[in-house]
């Protein structure tokens, strides 16, 4: 069983920074794709970006040149790096592997972006 932990999330202002992290426990996850999804209330989750497990990056056009999503196998944790932030990315941000099963999913990490 896996557990997902996500942290670092918080308050910002438009333009700034915040970087995202998520620690899996219960099995290492080096041969798993990851992906980064966020969440606004009363919609599904949605794609954010994916990290292969060689390492390949895709990302949703709408953070395509700003987020940058990496990963430590040896630490069983996923990043992502955000930058250039607007207020439509404020949302609860969640990584899950990328799989028609995913991980059970975990608490999440609010990010705000004010205006």
């Known amino acids: 069983q896996v557990q997902l932990v996500e942290s670092g999330g918080g308050l910002v202002q438009a333009g700034g920074s915040l970087r995202l992290s998520c620690a899996a426990s219960?099995?290492?996850?080096?041969?798993?794709?990851m992906g980064w999804y966020r969440q606004v209330p009363g919609k599904q989750h949605e794609w954010v970006a994916t990290i292969t497990s060689t390492g390949s990056a895709a990302y949703a056009d709408s953070v395509k040149g700003r987020f940058t999503i990496s990963r430590d196998n040896a630490k069983n944790t996923v990043y992502l790096q955000m930058t250039s932030l607007k207020p439509g990315d404020t949302a609860v941000y969640f990584c899950?592997?990328?799989?028609?099963?995913?991980?059970?999913w975990g608490q999440g990490t609010q990010v705000t972006v004010s205006s």
């Open positions: 219960g099995s290492p996850f080096e041969n798993a794709n």
């Open positions: 899950n592997r990328v799989s028609r099963v995913p991980y059970t």
